[in-house]
Nanobody, 125 residues
Framework: VQLQASGGGLVQAGGSLRLSCKAS????????IGWFRQAPGKEREGVSC????????YTADSVKDRFAISRDASANSVYLEMNNLRPDDTAIYYC???????????????????WGRGTLVTVSS
C-alpha cells in the first residue's frame, strides 16, 4: 500500500495550490481517504477527508470555504484544491487512508491506518 502525495510548494498569500495523492496497492472504491497537515510546533490535524464509497466529505471549519477534496476513480487518486491560502496554512500536508472503514468524519478525527509521505506547503505573506 502506498500513498504518493505531490503538488506542494511556495505560494503567496491569496494564491492557490492543488495537491494530488495517488493510491496504489488498494482501490479507491471503499476506504476513507483524506488530507492531514502538521504545522511547525502544532499537532497533526485532519483537514479534509472523503469516503471513496459514497463520496461524503468532511472538511475542517478552518478551511471549509477555501479547500475542497475530490477524487478521480479512474486515476485512483484524490486531490485537495486549496484556494485563498493564508500564512497559517503553512504545513506539511499528508495523504492518509483508513482501509477498514469508509467514514470521512472518522478518518479526519480518529486517524488513518495508512500514511503517505508529506508534501510541504509554504504560504508567504
Amino acid at each position: 500500500v502506498q500513498l504518493q502525495a505531490s503538488g506542494g510548494g511556495l505560494v503567496q498569500a491569496g494564491g492557490s495550490l492543488r495537491l494530488s495523492c495517488k493510491a496504489s496497492g488498494f482501490t479507491l472504491n471503499f476506504p476513507a481517504i483524506g488530507w492531514f497537515r502538521q504545522a511547525p510546533g502544532k499537532e497533526r490535524e485532519g483537514v479534509s477527508c472523503l469516503s471513496s464509497w459514497n463520496d461524503i466529505t468532511y472538511t475542517a471549519d478552518s478551511v471549509k470555504d477555501r479547500f475542497a477534496i475530490s477524487r478521480d476513480a479512474s486515476a485512483n487518486s484524490v486531490y485537495l484544491e486549496m484556494n485563498n491560502l493564508r500564512p497559517d496554512d503553512t504545513a506539511i500536508y499528508y495523504c492518509a487512508a483508513h482501509l477498514s472503514h469508509s467514514s470521512s468524519y472518522a478518518l479526519c478525527h480518529d486517524g488513518p491506518t495508512e500514511w503517505g509521505r508529506g508534501t510541504l506547503v509554504t504560504v508567504s505573506s
